[in-house]
């Protein structure tokens, strides 16, 4: 490699057999040759580049633009190398493509056990004529209690129950009260009654919050559908009869289901529909506690109070209710045995349900 001497100056003409020489360098030898030429701190002509000014002025021109010209020949020679360097590349690495190679999976959405639920749940009743309705997660407590003929001293009210939010009281209800976050869905029986006159048929899913510790069988907040019908004449065998249905479709056509008597400061009388435990199909397991059945929801019928609360007359309009919880249904759908699972968001759960489970492309 020809140097610059210590002015700077070079042998512009010695340099010129490295033009053609490029063309047969290598990757490495031509980064290597790029600096030593062109190199912003010693490169042979960089330096020549900056020794043109300290010539007297009748040779600076000429000198001047031999090193431009140069410098633009190497520039063109270099970037042309690199250019064919780049093209011998990748057609190596096409050619020498290893097609037996497994393919690199892709993920592929899938909707969570959770939605699923509620989708095929709301799909059921709204085949059955019922619309969807949506209310605040953030409540007042006489929309989550008292308008649901809780009375004043409930125990649900407690604070060790309720999340109560550390906000001023809304003016928003009668009464007003104290924000709370919203413990059941049934606070949108409420909501949708005030809002249409019977004839009502709904169903309003969502979330709901209750001061319990996130273990295998509780977590703090959780999905629930509450139905509400109301009209002239509705009965405890509409609700029977409704709900039954709503269980043959969603589990299986010979699903057997039973009520049992339960309490509801909002539905009187109350109940809870069992199902056939899924897994054992009625003979017996741990899911079901050795039992044959699930409990899968609370119901009964619109208590009068809820009704009168609502300026719905009870004397004419009777109705049913119930609420549901879309994780513990997954749950016994799926046989999960902790809820948490459908809270962690890991993948390698999540992708089992998933239409075309984990698989590439
Ligand atoms: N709100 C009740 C609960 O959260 C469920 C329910 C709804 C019961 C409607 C009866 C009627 O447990």
């Known amino acids: 490699m020809p140097q610059a001497d210590s002015t700077g100056f070079a042998d512009l003409d010695a340099l010129l057999p490295r033009l053609g020489a490029l063309g047969a360098l290598d990757a490495a030898a031509l980064e290597e040759a790029h600096v030593a030429l062109l190199g912003r701190k010693a490169g042979v002509l960089m330096l020549a580049a900056r020794s043109v000014a300290t010539l007297p002025l009748e040779q600076r021109k000429a000198y001047g633009a031999a090193v431009n010209a140069l410098k ?49 749940i709301l799909g059921i009743f709204r085949e059955l004529g019922f619309s969807v309705a949506l209310g605040p997660e953030v409540e007042t407590e006489w929309y989550n209690f008292l308008a649901l003929n809780f009375p004043p001293d409930h125990p649900a009210m407690e604070m060790h129950d309720t999340l109560y939010l550390d906000l001023p009281p809304s003016g928003e209800a009668p009464g007003g009260g104290e924000l709370l976050l919203r413990t059941h869905t049934s606070p949108v029986q409420i909501r949708t009654l005030l809002a249409s006159r019977p004839p009502v048929r709904v169903v309003m899913p969502g979330m709901v919050y209750r001061k319990d ?37 969603f589990f299986a056509s010979t699903t057997r289901v039973r009520f049992r008597p339960s309490f509801f400061p909002f539905t009187e009388p109350s109940a809870e529909m069992d199902v056939e435990c899924q897994l054992c199909h009625g003979a017996g397991c741990a899911a079901c506690k050795h039992t044959g059945w699930m409990e899968i929801m609370g119901c009964g019928m619109v208590h009068p109070n809820v009704l009168a609360n609502c300026d719905v007359d009870p004397e004419r309009y009777t109705g049913f209710a119930f609420g549901m919880g879309p994780h513990r249904i997954a749950m016994q759908r799926y046989g999960l045995c902790d809820i948490r699972l459908l809270y962690e968001g890991d993948v390698r759960f999540l992708r089992q349900f998933g239409p075309a489970a984990g698989s590439a492309r």
Do not use: C, N, Y
């Not at 970037?79 to 057609?91: F, N």
């Open 72 to 120: 633009r020949r190497f520039e063109d020679a270099f970037a042309a190398r690199r250019d064919a360097l780049d093209v011998e590349h990748r057609r190596r690495t096409a050619a020498g493509l290893d097609l037996t190679m497994p393919g690199r999976g892709r993920w592929i959405g899938a909707v969570h056990p959770v939605s699923r639920v509620v989708d095929e």
């Open 213 to 249: 510790p996130f273990d295998a069988s509780h977590a703090p907040g959780f999905a629930q559908i509450e139905g509400l019908a109301v009209d002239q004449g509705i009965s405890f065998v509409d609700l029977k009869a409704t709900l039954a249905h709503f269980a043959r479709r």
